[in-house]
T-cell receptor
Framework: DAKTTQPPSMDCAEGRAANLPCNHS???????VYWYRQIHSQGPQYIIH???NNETNEMASLIITEDRKSSTLILPHATLRDTAVYYC?????????FGKGTRLHILP | GAGVSQSPRYKVAKRGQDVALRCDPI?????LFWYQQALGQGPEFLTY????????KSGLPSDRFFAERPEGSVSTLKIQRTQQEDSAVYLC??????????FGDGTRLSIL
């Protein structure tokens, strides 16, 4: 079973920041938090990952709480192309266990 | 640059037929994974290779499913005596060990 809990869906206005929450209260010390997204009819796309420090790249920012039991993915300026299912994953070994993700709708 | 390539993109087969799905990983990637994604669900892990060695096949749903990667590069997922419940998108991913996985766009398999 997936070790994360995410809301099934969220809406965000175009141009605003999208903040996607994820709970992973049973995360172990050596497990990373990964985020992927899947646009319709495509394979999952890697976004970002982190262990305990906040991370930022050209796509997004990842904020991990100090106790590591939850995290937030931030898309700073959402566009219509960001409409997708976003998966938060806790990964300790090589295989990925996906949950159901959050379906993000960007509203024009 | 070349990403993970999967073929065919779509496959329709009659129940009982055998099918073979191909995955060309990113050049140099040691690790290769297969996932199955049913409609409306997240991908589910099937099997994992490191080079030519199949290190984990715990997700294969039955002995009708078989995967190979004989030269440590291209991989084939074979399904024998297909059944309707095998209808799904089959995703392949590759990576360097413990690095982010890069996914192909999958093969959509429909069993009639």
């Amino acid at each position: 079973d997936a070790k994360t809990t995410q809301p099934p869906s969220m809406d965000c206005a175009e141009g605003r920041a999208a903040n996607l929450p994820c709970n992973h209260s049973t995360i172990s010390g050596n497990e990373y938090v990964y985020w992927y997204r899947q646009i319709h009819s495509q394979g999952p796309q890697y976004i970002i990952h982190g262990l305990k420090n906040n991370e930022t790249n050209e796509m997004a920012s990842l904020i991990i709480t100090e106790d590591r039991k939850s995290s937030t993915l931030i898309l700073p300026h959402a566009t219509l192309r960001d409409t997708a299912v976003y998966y938060c994953i806790v990964r300790g070994d090589d295989k990925i266990i996906f949950g159901k993700g959050t379906r993000l709708h960007i509203l024009p | 640059g070349a990403g993970v390539s999967q073929s065919p993109r779509y496959k329709v087969a009659k129940r009982g037929q055998d099918v073979a799905l191909r995955c060309d990983p990113i050049s140099g990637h040691v690790s290769l994974f297969w996932y199955q994604q049913a409609l409306g669900q997240g991908p589910e892990f099937l099997t994992y290779f490191q080079n030519e060695a199949q290190l984990d096949k715990s997700g294969l749903p039955s002995d009708r499913f078989f995967a190979e990667r004989p030269e440590g590069s291209v991989s084939t997922l074979k399904i024998q005596r297909t059944q309707q419940e095998d209808s799904a998108v089959y995703l392949c991913a590759s990576s360097f060990p413990s690095q982010p996985q890069h996914f192909g766009d999958g093969t959509r398999l429909s069993i009639l």
